[in-house]
């Protein structure tokens, strides 16, 4: 090639990649050392251009989709952070999550007044029975098909005291009498997810409804009635227990050898020697009642449950007379009780009006024989009969110092008192803190002008409510009057501790919602903090703004650092304490939670204070 040659010339210039020379400058000569072949000519075909443009436009895409994976990665992997909540074996720390917060605190309040707490000696009426406890769904099927899903019913308001749902879904029963009111019953409470009990007053029905359920593969029995679980938990929180219940071969072999029978401590009394609870003198038999449980979206045909519960049946004569209630007061004089506590009154439901009013009057009687030194505690129950519960309101809990009670209980109570629209009780499915706080206040001003002007002579011989330990899923809180300012001050018992005592209920809802079926309850002490694992728990309380009527407001909200997970706030002379409740997504252990929760308070509640003097 000649050096000095121009180039060619063309009607078209090259393209201006492979235009390596100018005009005037010659090309040069290639060497060995520049021995690169030339680039090949690209197609200028204009396919080629919206191609390479279809080409970057996709690599654009790929960018952007891989940033959003990312960031739904991390955002899924924080969700799951919040979601698993686990001991490490040392208990030394926790694994970083939403509830990490919320059970630190919960426990450390706890524990602030549980390191002080001391036994005491507690008596507990008037309940215990022997539980058979099966899975609802499976229990169904046994039945099939004489208990089927219930067709669309137009309700009867004649029917549903206290209760209402709109027309074309099946309605729940006070007293249950065949099957078909039994399938509406059920359909009710399982299409809410709410825990419910109700009597069945045909005897030949129940017993076959208990065959069903021995049919059952997977069935256990189990100690059962308040009376008697709290008895459990008492003892296990190593306080004296005398029970004054109707137990039986069975249900004794089950009890802690520490709980003291009513009917043996009056033998035992009399004689100079130790009671136990060797049932083989015992003059009752064991009244058995059906635990149906189910667990979270449970489907029965086309109805589906929201969350895990329990649906209670029974037919119980014992209980139910609360035949063991003069045997329980007349062991408790000699027993030194430090605590009563009173269960079972939801049980007289299926009883004749004038039998249910008379053995309410009972009660009363012996109440008033208690010392006011020593605080009575009532525990209430699931009621259907709205008016039966204002009976059981306006005699017995005007006579007491303290009550337990869950969110279908205080709706119920709240229609007993304030004679409203059944319609409401809707908003006790799900109560917001707002709710439960407007509830309880309610029920403090209820009962205070009961001490006031006109009813004030009526109830100068009674105690005054002055605790209310309400109960949710998401959340519990204690609503306690002050007695250092109140001019009751001789009919209002001063509690201590009320911020410790919420807190251990909700921890011991958590530890034992959680635990396997088999595994033996444990006291809550340091122990149980550390060896329980806590899988798949979640921290289910909203953020929520609490008005409290006076022209404040407080931010709930124990997902943050802002405010604290365990708020304490006063009003019109009444403390209340909230404390959120981290919830087994698969809870095992459903029957005899709200018991264990009551227990536990009342130990830390009391167990720094002498309630004997």
Same mark, same amino acid.
């Given at each position: 090639h000649n050096t000095t040659t121009p180039p060619h010339h063309h009607s078209t210039p090259p393209p201006h990649s492979l235009h390596t020379t100018t005009p005037h400058e010659p090309r040069k000569?290639?060497?060995?050392?520049?021995n690169k072949q030339p680039q090949p000519e690209r197609f200028t075909h204009p396919c080629v251009f919206f191609f390479l443009v279809f080409m970057n436009f996709n690599v654009f895409v790929g960018i952007v989709v891989a940033i959003m994976a990312v960031?739904?990665?991390?955002?899924?992997?924080?969700?799951?952070?919040? #979601?698993?909540?686990?001991?490490?074996?040392?208990?030394?720390?926790?694994?970083?999550?939403?509830?990490?917060?919320?059970?630190?605190?919960?426990?450390?309040?706890?524990?602030? *007044?549980?390191? #002080?707490?001391?036994?005491f000696k507690t008596c507990i009426g008037y309940n215990a029975n022997l539980d058979l406890r099966v899975n609802l769904i499976e229990w169904l099927k046994v039945l099939e098909p004489t208990l089927s899903v219930p067709a669309a019913t137009q309700e009867d308001p004649t029917v549903v005291v206290g209760l209402t749902e709109a027309a074309g879904f099946p309605y729940p029963h006070q007293r249950i009498i065949n099957r078909?009111?039994?399938?509406?019953?059920?359909?009710?409470?399982?299409?809410?997810?709410?825990?419910?009990?109700?009597?069945?007053?045909?005897?030949?029905?129940?017993?076959?409804?208990?065959?069903?359920a021995k049919k059952v593969e997977a069935k256990h029995y189990s100690i059962g009635g308040n009376a008697a679980l709290m008895a459990s938990r008492f003892a296990l929180e190593e306080c004296p227990v005398l029970l004054g219940g109707a137990v039986g071969t069975q249900l004794g072999s089950m009890l802690n050898k520490s709980i003291s029978l009513a009917t043996q401590h009056e033998v035992a009394s009399e004689n100079g020697t130790t009671s136990s609870t060797d049932t083989t003198t015992t003059p009752f038999e064991d009244e058995v009642h059906l635990i149906l449980e189910y667990p979270i979206m449970s489907t029965w045909d086309?109805?589906?449950?929201?969350?895990?519960?329990?649906?209670?049946?029974?037919?119980?004569?014992?209980?139910?007379?609360?035949k063991t209630l003069e045997p329980f007061? #007349?062991?408790? *004089?000699? %027993?030194?009780?430090?605590?009563?506590?009173?269960?079972?009154?939801?049980?007289?439901?299926?009883?004749?009006? *004038?039998?249910?009013?008379?053995?309410?009057?009972?009660?009363?009687?012996?109440?008033?024989?208690?010392?006011? @030194?020593?605080?009575?505690?009532?525990?209430?129950?699931?009621?259907?009969?709205?008016? %039966?519960?204002?009976?059981?309101?306006?005699?017995?809990?005007?006579?007491?110092?303290?009550?337990?009670?869950?969110?279908?209980?205080?709706? &119920?109570?709240?229609?007993?008192?304030?004679?409203?629209?059944?319609?409401?009780?809707?908003?006790?499915?799900?109560?917001?803190?707002?709710?439960?706080?407007? @509830?309880?206040r309610y029920m403090h001003y209820y009962i205070n002008a009961n001490f006031t002007g006109d009813n004030a002579q009526q109830h100068v011989n009674s105690r005054r409510l002055s605790r209310i330990h309400f109960h949710y899923l998401q959340?519990? &809180?204690?609503?306690?009057?002050?007695?250092?300012?109140?001019?009751?001050?001789?009919?209002?018992?001063?509690? @201590?501790?009320?911020?410790?005592?919420?807190?251990?209920?909700?921890?011991?809802?958590?530890?034992q919602a959680c635990q396997k079926e088999d595994d033996p309850d444990m006291p809550l002490d340091e122990k149980a903090y550390q060896s329980v694992v806590l899988d798949y728990v979640n921290l289910l309380l909203p953020h929520q703004i609490l008005d409290l009527k006076n022209g404040q407001v407080i931010e709930i909200d124990p997902t943050t650092n802002l405010q604290p997970i365990v708020p304490v706030w006063t009003d019109q002379g009444v403390d209340y304490t909230l404390a959120p409740v981290l919830v087994?997504?698969?809870?095992?252990?459903?029957?005899?939670?709200?018991?264990?929760?009551?227990?536990t308070g009342l130990v830390v509640a009391l167990g720094g204070t002498t309630t004997s003097t």
């Open positions: 000569k290639k060497t060995h050392q520049n960031i739904f990665v991390l955002e899924e992997r924080d969700i799951w952070q919040q #979601k698993w909540l686990l001991y490490n074996t040392s208990g030394a720390r926790l694994v970083e999550s939403r509830a990490h917060k919320a059970l630190q605190e919960v426990v450390q309040t706890a524990q602030d *007044a549980q390191h #002080k707490s001391k036994p078909e009111q039994l399938a509406e019953t059920i359909a009710y409470f399982m299409h809410r997810g709410s825990a419910a009990e109700r009597v069945v007053t045909d005897r030949q029905l129940f017993a076959q409804l208990v065959q069903a086309s109805i589906v449950s929201p969350r895990a519960n329990r649906i209670i049946l029974t037919h119980d004569i014992t209980n139910s007379e609360l007061h #007349k062991a408790a *004089a000699s %027993f030194g009780c430090q605590l009563y506590v009173i269960s079972g009154l939801h049980l007289l439901e299926g009883q004749p009006d *004038a039998l249910r009013t008379q053995r309410l009057h009972d009660v009363v009687a012996a109440i008033r024989n208690i010392p006011r @030194t020593i605080p009575v505690h009532l525990e209430l129950a699931s009621v259907g009969d709205v008016h %039966f519960l204002r009976e059981i309101i306006d005699t017995v809990v005007h006579e007491v110092d303290s009550i337990g009670l869950n969110e279908q209980e205080l709706g &119920m109570f709240y229609l007993a008192i304030s004679n409203s629209d059944p319609s409401l009780m809707h908003i006790y499915t799900t109560p917001t803190v707002q709710a439960s706080y407007d @509830t309880l959340y519990h &809180m204690v609503a306690v009057r002050q007695c250092d300012a109140d001019e009751h001050k001789d009919q209002t018992f001063c509690w @201590t501790n009320n911020a410790a005592s919420v807190a251990a209920g909700s921890l011991v809802a958590t530890i087994c997504q698969n809870p095992l252990k459903t029957v005899g939670l709200g018991d264990a929760i009551s227990t």
